[in-house]
């Protein structure tokens, strides 16, 4: 029990992301609403942002914003800075996200007046009228 | 320009007074957001969208006409054109004067200032396509989804 | 169904748990993911492209080719939405 409640303590971040990536996996797969559906699909998205930042944190770094002469003049000791790939990553990956909310939002608006409902179950019913 | 208490009438006061006067002070720190990003947190797409949100701010106090009043329609889609045509322009320039595809060093042909430099000045043009990209779509997504395609109305 | 679905949903929340057992603790420094490729680019971004923000240098340098497409992404993404709301305003 003891060797548990350490190992949730010292990864107590994993756990987070994973309970918010379950709440938008629920929503995704268990919600008949279309637009509640799009809303797990963002949730699932952020944990999964939220997980790649905390990948590139180093306990005591700094942000990887450097004085730029002091580096060209003596280097830079990477241990001191975080890393900033995911950061790069990530940010491509928010506006990826906006632009694929966008879209779908674009196509729900469009079901919503072809079938005037956006609930899963009516929908697939007048499609096999 | 068409005076901006033409269209609405009946909306709040302060909410429409207080976004006038902060509108341009928002710009302003965009445009900042974009061009220091090479010495602060900050870039293209980061900058595009606070110059997108300021005029959402608009068409959200008051409506979508008055917003297309201070960016038309022509004009927004002018300026999402021109974002990636600048940034894959870049880069083909690049490939033109003997260098590889967004190898911004071999510019230095172009205007000497040296390699380094140019690789610093070649990240500033192309952020610069980025934001321009950023800001026009993310304002013609708002303009559409919240006047369902007719780019009229709206909320 | 709902109750499939909190199964599944479960299950994959568990699955995830115990593959974290493996996973580095919270900021440390030799995490495989900072002990590779980043070192490099903390230490010779500076030196090679004159910017202070190493973020921009990697965006926009080193990784241009992923911001071009990026940009070609949204770009994308706008003149879908234009066109699938189109028909909304031939109605």
Same mark, same amino acid.
């Given at each position: 029990?003891e060797?548990i409640?350490?190992?949730?303590v010292?990864?107590?971040n994993?756990w987070?992301?994973v309970?918010?990536?379950?709440?938008?996996?629920y929503?995704?797969?268990?919600?008949?609403?279309l637009?509640?559906?799009?809303?797990?699909?963002n949730?699932?998205?952020?944990s999964?942002?939220?997980?790649?930042v905390s990948?590139?944190?180093?306990?005591?770094?700094?942000?990887?914003?450097?004085?730029?002469?002091?580096?060209?003049a003596g280097?830079?000791?990477?241990a001191?800075?975080?890393?900033p790939l995911?950061?790069?990553?990530?940010?491509?990956?928010?506006?990826?996200?906006?632009?694929?909310?966008?879209?779908?939002l674009?196509?729900?608006?469009?079901?919503?007046k072809?079938?005037?409902?956006?609930?899963?179950d009516?929908i697939?019913e007048?499609?096999?009228? | 320009? $068409?005076?901006?208490h033409?269209h609405?009438?009946?909306?709040?006061l302060?909410?429409?007074?207080?976004v $006038?006067?902060?509108?341009?002070?928002?710009?302003?720190?965009?445009?900042y957001? @974009?061009?220091?990003?090479?010495?602060?947190?900050g870039?293209?797409?980061?900058?595009?969208?606070?110059?997108? /949100?300021?005029?959402?701010?608009?068409?959200l106090a008051?409506?979508?006409k008055?917003s297309?009043?201070y960016?038309p @329609?022509?004009?927004? /889609?002018?300026?999402?054109n021109?974002g990636?045509?600048?940034?894959?322009?870049?880069?083909?320039l690049c /490939?033109?004067?003997?260098?590889?595809?967004?190898?911004?060093?071999?510019?230095?042909?172009?205007?000497?200032?040296?390699?380094?430099?140019? $690789?610093s000045?070649?990240?500033?043009?192309v952020?610069?396509?980025?934001?321009?990209a950023?800001?026009?779509?993310?304002?013609?997504l708002?303009w559409?989804?919240?006047?369902?395609? /007719?780019?009229?109305?709206?909320l | 169904?709902?109750?499939l679905?909190l199964?599944?949903?479960? *299950?994959?929340?568990?699955?995830?748990l115990y593959?974290?057992?493996?996973?580095?603790?919270?900021?440390?420094?030799?995490?495989p993911?900072?002990?590779?490729?980043?070192?490099?680019?903390?230490?010779?971004a500076?030196?090679?492209?004159?910017?202070?923000?190493?973020?921009?240098?990697v965006?926009?340098?080193y990784?241009g080719?992923?911001?071009?497409?990026?940009?070609v *992404?949204?770009?994308c993404?706008?003149?879908?939405v234009?066109?699938?709301?189109?028909?909304n305003?031939e109605?």
């Open positions: 029990m060797s409640i350490g190992e949730i010292a990864k107590y994993y987070i992301y309970v918010l990536m379950m709440i938008g996996f929503a995704m797969i268990g919600k008949r609403n637009v509640k559906k799009l809303l797990g699909m949730i699932f998205q952020t999964i942002i939220l997980f790649f990948t590139g944190v180093k306990k005591g770094g700094a942000i990887p914003i450097v004085d730029k002469y002091q580096a060209l280097g830079v000791d990477a001191t800075i975080v890393n995911p950061h790069v990553l990530m940010l491509t990956a928010i506006v990826v996200g906006v632009s694929v909310t966008g879209v779908a674009a196509v729900l608006q469009r079901i919503y072809e079938y005037g409902t956006l609930e899963e009516e697939l007048k499609t096999q009228r | 320009m $068409r005076d901006i033409e609405s009438a009946g909306e709040d302060v909410i429409k007074t207080s $006038r006067l902060l509108v341009p002070f928002i710009q302003l720190f965009g445009l957001v @974009i061009v220091h990003g090479h010495y602060s947190p870039g293209g797409f980061q900058g595009g969208v606070i110059l997108g /949100a300021s005029f959402i701010l608009l068409a008051y409506d979508l008055t297309q009043d960016m @329609i022509w004009a927004n /889609a002018l300026l999402g021109l990636p045509v600048i940034y894959i322009g870049v880069g083909a /490939a033109i004067f003997g260098g590889l595809f967004l190898d911004y060093s071999a510019l230095d042909v172009l205007i000497p200032l040296g390699p380094v430099e140019w $690789r000045f070649g990240i500033f043009l952020e610069v396509g980025v934001g321009l950023v800001m026009s779509i993310m304002l013609l708002y559409n989804l919240s006047s369902g395609g /007719a780019l009229d109305e709206g | 169904m709902k109750a679905a199964l599944a949903t479960l *299950v994959t929340g568990a699955l995830l593959g974290t057992r493996d996973f580095p603790a919270w900021g440390d420094p030799q995490a993911a900072s002990a590779y490729l980043s070192p490099v680019y903390i230490e010779k500076v030196e090679q492209t004159h910017v202070p923000n190493i973020v921009t240098a965006l926009g340098d990784r080719y992923d911001t071009m497409f990026e940009t *992404v949204i770009y993404a706008g003149m879908a234009v066109s699938v709301l189109r028909r305003r109605e």
